[in-house]
């Protein structure tokens, strides 16, 4: 049983570009959430989505954007990337059943 | 992969001793909690939870402490063996919002 997926593992991108990050989660989960994990901190909540529709945000400008497809997964979009925008991105897939996270490893985002 | 505990307290522990890492929550209404560990150029993965009406509750090798008198948290980890050198994060749940907010990192060397 494949655990959350998370596509592509590293990438680096130049200021003002465009990103789209990936995420299937975990068989039997339906909601997918996003964090920010800048090096040597803690994971930062940046939004949650279930049913297709975003249904909380975190305290992130709205350069960053999300969509959930039909199947459960999820992308990640931000847009005009600065270089504080470099950091580790988490997605974590849960069902609306219990309250169980499970994490994917990750995409390494690096703006330069 | 690079190191997740850049600028986290650090506690370096004898292979074999017992680990004790602390964590201060913020929120006095969540009602569930979890500590993960995460290893370099991975996700956070899950230890063991606690919901708030309990004090204490055991897994493998781990027990979670919960004093919500001064909301506090805390996972034991008995002898400490150098696959579990990671950083540990505790993370709080308010089941009205059903979104996890990490605590602050504590990383764990383990001495062979």
């Known amino acids: 049983d494949a655990g959350v997926t998370q596509s592509p593992t590293h990438l680096i991108k130049t200021r003002g570009q465009q990103v789209t990050l990936r995420c299937s989660p975990k068989?039997?989960?339906?909601?997918v959430s996003w964090y920010q994990q800048a090096l040597g901190q803690g994971p930062q909540f940046i939004f949650q989505?279930?049913?297709?529709?975003?249904?909380q945000r975190g305290n992130f400008p709205d350069r960053f954007s999300g969509h959930q497809f039909p199947n459960y997964s999820s992308e990640l979009n931000v847009n005009a990337l600065l270089l504080g925008d470099s950091a580790l991105y988490l997605c974590?897939?849960?069902?609306?059943?219990?309250?169980?996270?499970?994490f994917g490893s990750g995409t390494r985002l690096t703006v330069v | 992969g690079e190191s997740v505990g850049l600028h986290l307290p650090t506690l370096s522990v004898q292979e074999g001793d017992n680990s004790i890492i602390n964590c201060a929550y913020s929120?006095?209404?969540?009602?569930?909690f979890i500590w993960y560990k995460q290893e370099s150029g991975k996700g956070p993965q899950f230890i063991i939870d606690i919901r708030s009406n309990m004090d204490k509750r055991q897994g493998q090798r781990v027990t979670v402490l919960l004093n919500k008198t001064v909301k506090h948290l805390s996972l034991q980890i008995a002898a400490t063996q150098p696959g579990d050198s990671a950083v540990y994060f505790c993370a709080e749940i308010h089941y009205g919002n059903n979104r996890l907010a990490f605590g602050k990192g504590n990383q764990v060397v383990v001495i062979p």
């Open positions: 929120n006095s209404a969540s009602d569930y």
């Open positions: 974590a897939s849960s069902s609306t059943e219990h309250y169980g996270y499970t």
């Open positions: 068989s039997g989960h339906d909601t």
């Open positions: 989505y279930y049913e297709e529709e975003e249904r």
